[in-house]
């Protein structure tokens, strides 16, 4: 990962939201995001991410409002979405709380009718007739920009840096990454430090040298295979080898940012319909190796994806507010663990591999212990910490953090026994019999 990552990255739960959808009250949405984050606060929530709150474009758009992705001017908010005035009231709340606020940037593409087209046409690509391309067809609402022109990354940088200095944020997603040079995002990032230090930089790709510039990636490669098996393609051992696998092809030290869902995802309460594997994947997101993501309205376990080129309200009335107190206990869980915020993942054998998920997080000789089922088993499982530094034939008195009861484990010879329900389990103890 990039060499001035922020030592707490890994602390991070993020919160993504598409504030034209958040409230009734057109022109006041980022006040409604605002009014919020104490709730968002009480589920550990740490960053909130916001979509592209720019002016969306008019010609070529899809739907009736345009994808918020096809931004006709970076320096101005929506405003159906609010003003600047509600943007920094929104940034100094956050702080207030001690949350960050991290925004979209688009910086492959804009709206082909932004003003920029017709006033730099030479900062776009064209195609051997002159006229402009792009590198994905189906977008046909944008443009894409031509970074072998310097006056590009002169006016993206400078842009950054305004809403920086201006509205003090504390940090970038950066879309489709991936499809801008690299040596661009080095640069922005360097002079953007000077600007503010310690700002956070998320890249929406998963290729492993993205990390020269960035300090986090997407799980896209992880996300595919846990698709795969929620379809019944691939089993759960073939997914839990994979995230085993990605130690060996991304860097030391490698953040990903994991989901469930996002908006370019459908919900995951639409692919997992029992709530008892709902929960126990909610909780694989919330402590297995990487940075969490939580899209508006999945802790509710909304089912209808959010159309991000419509006129959408978010239903929060239809939540399962069950649910919601269950990702809050989550967040605590976690926000108060720095066992499952930055200690090892260990992957734990089992004898049914394809009912259950178990791990460890540990730092040094303490560790906690993560049991999930997410198959249709409940009784008696064998863990197996063979290759695992724990210490043996010993007695834990353990508290499940979820549920805050006290039991007993035994580890001999390697190995435990645990009954196992439909609940997720996260063990913490210490010796003693």
């Known amino acids: 990962m990039a060499?001035?990552?922020p030592v707490g990255f890994n602390d991070l739960v993020i919160y993504e939201i598409f504030a034209r959808a958040y409230s009734r009250a057109k022109g006041r949405q980022l006040k409604a995001v605002t009014e919020?984050?104490?709730?968002?606060?009480?589920m550990g929530v740490t960053t909130i991410w916001l979509m592209p709150i720019h002016p969306t474009g008019v010609k070529d758009r899809k739907g009736t409002l345009g994808s918020p992705y096809a931004i006709k001017d970076f320096y101005a908010i929506d405003p159906d979405v609010g003003d600047e005035r509600q943007m920094k009231e929104l940034v100094q709340r956050a702080h207030?709380?001690?949350m960050g606020v991290i925004m979209d940037m688009v910086l492959n593409h804009c709206a082909t009718d932004a003003g920029i087209v017709s006033e730099h046409?030479?900062?776009f690509l064209k195609d051997g007739n002159g006229n402009h391309s792009r590198k994905v067809p189906d977008w046909e609402d944008v443009y894409d920009f031509d970074y072998t022109n310097p006056e590009v990354a002169e006016y993206m940088i400078r842009m950054m840096k305004y809403w920086v200095k201006e509205f003090d944020i504390d940090g970038f997603r950066c879309d489709v990454a991936g499809l801008v040079p690299l040596p661009f995002w080095l640069r922005a990032r360097r002079e953007l430090s000077e600007v503010k230090k310690g700002l956070l930089w998320i890249s929406e790709?998963?290729?492993p040298h993205m990390y020269e510039a960035f300090d986090a990636t997407y799980d896209y490669d992880g996300y595919y295979r846990f698709r795969d098996f929620l379809e019944g393609k691939a089993s759960l051992h073939d997914y839990l080898d994979y995230i085993k696998s990605q130690d060996s092809f991304f860097p030391p030290n490698y953040i990903k940012m994991r989901f469930l869902e996002n908006h370019d995802q459908v919900r995951i309460a639409s692919l997992i319909n029992d709530l008892s594997h709902l929960k126990n994947w909610t909780t694989w997101l919330f402590t297995c190796k990487g940075v969490p993501l939580v899209y508006n309205g999945q802790e509710y376990g909304l089912k209808e994806k959010p159309d991000i080129f419509n006129e959408y309200l978010i239903p929060w009335e239809e939540g399962d507010k069950s649910l919601f107190e269950f990702y809050k206990r989550l967040g605590t869980i976690r926000s108060?663990?720095?066992?499952?915020?930055r200690g090892d993942f260990k992957l734990v054998k089992n004898n049914r591999p394809d009912d259950v998920i178990s791990f460890v997080r540990s730092i040094e000789n303490r560790w906690i212990l993560v049991v999930l089922n997410v198959g249709n088993y409940e009784g008696p499982v064998e863990l197996?910490?063979?290759?695992l530094v724990v210490v043996d034939d010993v007695c834990f008195h353990a508290q499940e953090l979820l549920s805050e009861d006290?039991?007993?484990l035994r580890i001999k010879q390697k190995k435990a026994v645990l009954d196992i329900s439909n609940d997720p389990l996260i063990l913490s103890g210490y010796v003693g019999c």
Not at 36 to 42: A, E, F, I, N, Q
Not at 336 to 341: A, E, P, T, V
Not at 384 to 387: M, Y
């Open 406 to 408: 006290y039991s007993r």
């Open 121 to 123: 046409p030479d900062w």
């Open 205 to 207: 790709t998963h290729d």
């Open 336 to 341: 108060n663990s720095m066992l499952i915020k």
């Open 384 to 387: 197996n910490f063979e290759g």
């Open 96 to 98: 207030e709380l001690k």
């Open 3 to 5: 060499t001035d990552t």
């Open 36 to 42: 919020d984050l104490p709730r968002l606060k009480s």
